[in-house]
């Protein structure tokens, strides 16, 4: 069964892949959820082990037995979450998107990084956005900067002043520097050295930055634009940001980005929740739980 459709009390016996094994806890799931168990040290993220146990209240599972699963007892797409649009429409949107951006400076600079064939657009097209909160699986980078960017696009027309093709250019490399600042492996999502002891920001900043220095002729003045929605786009100190969005650009990337952050957990909240509830529990991003009994209705 899939973990959402487990109830407290169920005895289960079935092969789950192993997303985080932390000192105090050890988190198991599939593609729908994940319980809670007991830490183990005979275990690392991306194992896929067959467990025995029994399902407890908020999201436990208490352990009979636990080994590592064969290949032949499971199959890793039950087990990996992932977009909800096929990579490859995904990809043709970002091509269609590209091809809108008028500035012949600001191609150049998206074709460097999206190039059909390039390295970086490999690694884009791969990366997950998140360790944990949003999008947090394969293809991740490339649904949520696609979405922003989408939507920056489609606002840019409502508010006057706003540069689209900055904006839409910002909007689609602000979390670039998550390629340096995640690893790559889709079974076990974490940080790297660089991730952890210089921060996605300063590392998107620095890939984009060279490649402008390489591109002949490139206006300083329009690099100061695309690099400062990248530097701004957390929206704050606190959370980030060396510098707070001070032109129109980097303000709605900034407003937007958010707020496909926050939706994403909705997606990601929705995906766990048991089977006939309508509430989930505590999330820490929307600092609440999160309400799905009007959807639920309706569908």
């Keep these: 069964m899939r973990v959402r459709e487990l109830n ?15 000192p105090r806890k050890l988190v198991l799931g599939d593609r729908t959820g994940t ?6 040290e005979d275990v690392a993220p991306g ?11 908020r999201n436990r ?14 199959a890793l797409e039950d087990l990996l979450d992932g977009p909800r649009i096929p990579v490859e429409r995904m990809e043709a949107d970002l091509r269609e998107l590209i091809a809108t951006v008028q500035c012949g400076h600001l191609r150049a600079l998206l074709d460097r990084i999206f190039g059909a064939g390039t390295e970086t657009w490999e690694l884009f097209r791969e990366a997950p956005a998140a360790k944990r909160y949003h999008q947090a ?4 980078l490339l ?12 606002i840019s027309a409502t508010f006057g002043g706003v540069d689209r093709d900055v904006a839409v250019t910002g909007a689609l490399l602000h979390d670039i520097g998550k390629l340096d600042a995640y690893t790559a492996d889709p079974l076990a999502i974490d940080l790297t050295d660089l991730g952890k002891l210089q921060g996605e920001i300063p590392l998107g900043y620095y890939r984009v930055r060279r490649l402008i220095e390489d591109l002949p002729g490139f206006p300083p003045s329009l690099a100061v634009a ?23 650009e980097a ?9 496909g952050g926050r939706l994403g957990s909705f997606d990601r909240l929705e995906k766990e929740l048991p089977d006939g509830s309508n509430w989930s529990g505590w999330d820490r991003v929307l600092g609440g739980g999160a309400w799905f009994g009007a959807a639920r209705a309706a569908a």
């Design 251 to 259: 303000t709605l990337v900034h407003m937007i980005d958010n707020l």
């Design 137 to 140: 699986y394969r293809h991740g």
């Design 226 to 248: 695309v690099l400062h929605i990248i530097l701004s786009h957390h929206g704050q100190l606190e959370h980030g940001s060396p510098v707070v969005p001070c032109t129109r």
């Design 35 to 40: 319980l809670e168990a007991p830490p183990r």
């Design 143 to 154: 649904e949520h900067s696609l979405t922003v960017a989408q939507s920056v696009s489609a």
């Design 8 to 22: 407290v009390g169920q005895e289960i016996d079935q092969v789950l892949m192993v997303r985080a094994a932390e």
């Design 61 to 74: 599972l208490a352990v009979h037995d636990l080994r590592v699963a064969e290949p032949d007892e499971y």
């Design 47 to 57: 194992l896929c082990v067959r467990v025995a146990g029994r399902v407890e209240p």
